[in-house]
């Protein structure tokens, strides 16, 4: 069974671009969770959605927006780039029970 | 505030030992889940163990088990016989049960294991 993938896996851009992540879940995973990873503030949830609807968002600004197809594929935007959005960023899915499973990441940097 | 703390930045341990990685939490909710994931340098997070806050066992997963103490507010990782290819960073995280698949993180404590 194969497992989260994400896509690109590694990304440069500069400041004032914008971007999109995607990430597929494992088949059968309908919720879908972005984390983004810092040296500086470490993991900290973006947002989360369950059959196309956004129902858990973090504490980040409106610049960063996701979605979610039916397919249940999921796409992370992040616009007018800021040097302190260089970071990895996770995508996790889940099914049932309690364990997420998280793809490789997309290492962004912006220059 | 709910948080995690994983007060050990670095750990290191030689080949066949054990190794314990502290983790304390803080919420006041009854219903929460507790987990630790491993990152490796290549970056994808490995989910190793969970340990629901009503379990009254602790959890184990082959060599990886879980102390569990509620009063405490602690949920330990015990790696048993210690490999060289566990060394990475080590996560713990805490879901609420009101936040749907949000994972709260701690820092992570970075674990060496030595020849």
């Known amino acids: 069974k194969a497992g989260v993938t994400q896509t690109p896996r590694y990304l440069i851009k500069t400041r004032g671009q914008q971007v999109t992540l995607s990430c597929s879940p494992i088949?059968?995973?309908?919720?879908v969770s972005w984390y983004q990873q810092t040296p500086g503030q470490g993991l900290q949830f973006l947002f989360e959605?369950?059959?196309?609807?956004?129902?858990n968002k973090g504490n980040f600004p409106g610049r960063f927006s996701g979605r979610q197809f039916s397919n249940s594929r999921s796409e992370m935007n992040v616009s007018t780039l800021e040097l302190g959005d260089s970071a990895l960023y996770l995508c996790?899915?889940?099914?049932?029970?309690?364990?997420?499973?998280f793809g490789p990441g997309t290492r962004l940097l912006v220059l | 505030a709910q948080k995690i703390t994983q007060t050990q930045p670095g750990m290191f341990v030689q080949e066949k030992e054990a190794v314990t990685l502290d983790c304390t939490y803080d919420?006041?909710?009854?219903?929460?889940?507790l987990f630790w994931y491993k990152q490796p340098s290549s970056g994808e997070m490995i989910f190793l163990i969970y340990?629901?806050?009503?379990?009254?066992q602790n959890a184990t997963e082959g060599r990886y088990s879980l102390n569990f103490q509620k009063a405490r507010k602690s949920a330990n990782l015990v790696i048993s016989a210690s490999q060289l290819g566990d060394s990475a960073m080590y996560f713990c995280?805490?879901?609420?049960?009101?936040?749907?698949?949000?994972?709260?993180f701690g820092a992570g404590t970075r674990l060496a294991v030595h020849p």
């Open positions: 996790a899915s889940r099914r049932g029970g309690e364990t997420q499973y």
């Open positions: 088949s059968g995973h309908r919720s």
């Open positions: 959605y369950f059959s196309e609807t956004q129902r």
């Open positions: 919420t006041s909710d009854q219903s929460y889940g």
């Open positions: 340990q629901g806050s009503y379990d009254e």
């Open positions: 995280a805490m879901r609420l049960s009101g936040g749907y698949n949000k994972l709260i």
